[in-house]
């Protein structure tokens, strides 16, 4: 699987935009961008994942590159309680199992 | 429902005792993981499950012994732990991607494991 590469922190203003962006240089054709978050303590919580598209769902948008070799998620509306660690991950979505969480992003939301 | 749950919540443990972790999920999925998470540090791969056979070993020692019953249980059997062991136990299980389908992950709450 694919190494990725995050900030290890970023602050946003509640009620704005957060973009967190990840690098992965080396994904194969094959690999999806998984976005996962954990707050303090807790499991990961699942948030998006994409192949080549921009993706959207309830939680946040998912912007990759045409090359596929970055990608942003981004909350549009920061609060208080999206402050975590947010995982970018890359792996095989058909057989394979091997997922390797890399640093993450702590992201702090201030009022 | 995509809830996974784990006992206990929280765990102290003597390095001779034996106990074990449990795990389950009625979500039909067939693929079950566990991870282990050191404080302040990301998740790291343990063991894989896919059709109730171990699929993945990620060179744990055999102080850890997995146990996958039926299709909705995972067990993590401990015994002779260390100190060093103690961390976040994490169960997780997705479908087992095929054509057409995503093997999202879902994660349980943990097991908080203390080893005196």
């Known amino acids: 699987d694919a190494k990725t590469t995050q900030p290890p922190s970023m602050d946003c203003a509640e009620g704005r935009a957060a973009n967190l962006p990840c690098n992965h240089s080396?994904?194969?054709?094959?690999?999806?961008v998984y976005w996962y978050r954990q707050i303090h303590s807790q499991g990961p919580q699942y948030i998006i994942h994409?192949?080549?598209n921009n993706e959207t769902n309830e939680m946040a948008s998912l912007i990759i590159t045409e090359d596929r070799k970055s990608s942003t998620l981004i909350l549009p509306h920061a609060t208080l309680r999206d402050t975590a660690v947010y995982y970018c991950?890359?792996?095989?979505?058909?057989?394979?199992?091997?997922?390797?969480f890399g640093a993450g992003t702590r992201l702090f939301v201030k009022a | 429902d995509t809830e996974v749950t784990q006992t206990p919540k929280h765990l102290v443990m003597g390095m001779t005792n034996k106990k074990s972790l449990k795990c389950e999920q009625h979500?039909?999925?067939?693929?079950m993981y566990w991870y282990k998470q050191k404080a302040k540090k990301p998740p790291e791969l343990m063991f894989v499950?896919?059709?109730?056979?171990?699929?993945i070993n990620e060179s744990v020692p055999s102080r850890f012994s997995p146990e996958c019953p039926n299709s909705s249980l995972l067990n993590l059997h401990l015994h002779a732990l260390q100190p060093e062991d103690s961390a976040l136990y994490l169960c997780?299980?997705?479908?087992?991607?095929?054509?057409?389908?995503?093997?999202?992950?879902?994660f349980g709450p943990g097991t908080r494991l203390t080893v005196l």
């Open positions: 997780a299980s997705s479908q087992v991607a095929e054509r057409g389908r995503t093997d999202t992950q879902y």
């Open positions: 080396t994904i194969s054709g094959n690999e999806y």
């Open positions: 994409g192949l080549k």
């Open positions: 991950i890359v792996r095989v979505s058909t057989g394979g199992f091997k997922t390797i």
């Open positions: 979500m039909g999925h067939r693929a």
């Open positions: 499950y896919s059709y109730e056979k171990l699929s």
